[in-house]
């Protein structure tokens, strides 16, 4: 599978990324469970995401800040089928501690979201930098990342958490 170019990956996440601010822009939505599919409302799905790409955005910038640090490392067995069926399973993997929403109300999310957004705006800035990159940086399920993969990450895991909150509002009418 050819990789995709830096750039078509931060359109994706930034598309996805104001998909989610849409969402959390109409707060009813964000209360919407359906228990048999998910033990997260709609807003806690989008906590999560929203969480877990701020952690990335940290993590880009560390690895950019030292290009060349860990390149020797690879992703695990898991992260390489991941990333190469562009597929996450549904309820296989629990969330780590430090990505589990907290229950931030609209607003907080809106911001949390805006935050995001800006930093992979700003993210367009490094790719020619990122795309250069050997530097790698654990991830807790797929092992060892570079750049490349964490942003495809991001896109495969909102994606994926995406069609969750399809599932649910669908389920919750």
Do not use: Y
Request: aromatic residues 4%.
């Amino acid at each position: 599978m050819p990789h995709r170019p830096l750039a078509g990956l931060q359109a994706a996440v930034l598309s996805e990324l104001r998909h989610l601010a849409g969402i959390a822009a109409t707060p009813h939505r964000l209360e919407r469970r359906a228990p048999n599919l998910s033990g997260w409302s709609v807003g806690e799905q989008i906590e999560h995401l929203a969480v877990v790409d701020s952690q990335v955005l940290a993590v880009l910038g560390r690895l950019l800040e030292a290009p060349d640090h860990e390149r020797a490392r690879r992703p695990n067995l898991a992260g390489r089928l991941v990333l190469a069926v562009g597929w996450i399973p549904r309820g296989v993997g629990k969330a780590p501690s430090a990505s589990r929403p907290e229950g931030r109300d609209a607003r907080a999310l809106q911001a949390l979201l805006g935050e995001v957004e800006q930093g992979f705006v700003a993210l367009g800035l490094r790719l020619p930098q990122l795309a250069r990159c050997r530097a790698r940086a654990r991830h807790p399920r797929l092992g060892w990342l570079d750049g490349r993969e964490w942003l495809r990450f991001v896109e495969l895991h909102q994606r994926h958490h995406l069609r969750i909150v399809r599932a649910i509002e669908r389920a919750a009418g």
